[in-house]
């Protein structure tokens, strides 16, 4: 059964860091890649970042830039996102998602051809 369980958020003040976990179940995990998505109240979701497969390139939003990093450590079966300089707009319940490559959609942005998320988990920047 495939699994996948983010954790790490929390309330944190502008400028702050937090790094996000997403701990993957029930599949081959080194063969596939893991994007990260966000959806704030009353937006749509947003792609913020992809790690690819066994090259692990890796993708951002523009809206993220180099604030965030997305490594991964196939050893543990864990994508992280590592969130540096943390803006108010990055407030949003954060969701990890498998595909078997990272994907856009056609206006560009990170999108996912799956359906196995995990529940997420609420990042809340306010001063």
């Known amino acids: 059964q495939v699994q996948l369980v983010e954790s790490g958020g929390g309330f944190v003040q502008p400028g702050g860091s937090l790094r996000l976990s997403c701990v993957a179940s029930g599949f081959p995990f080194m063969y596939y890649a893991i994007t990260w998505f966000r959806q704030a109240p009353g937006k749509e979701r947003e792609g913020v970042s992809c790690i690819s497969d066994a090259d692990a390139n890796t993708y951002y939003s523009d809206s993220v830039g180099d604030r965030f990093t997305i490594p991964r450590d196939n050893t543990k079966n864990t994508v992280f996102l590592q969130m540096n300089n943390l803006k108010p707009e990055d407030t949003a319940v954060y969701y990890c998602?498998?595909?078997?490559?990272?994907?856009?959609?056609?206006?560009?942005?990170?999108?996912?051809?799956?359906?196995?998320w995990g529940k997420g988990t609420l990042i809340t920047v306010s001063a």
């Open positions: 998602a498998r595909d078997v490559h990272c994907r856009w959609s056609k206006t560009g942005n990170l999108t996912v051809g799956t359906n196995y």
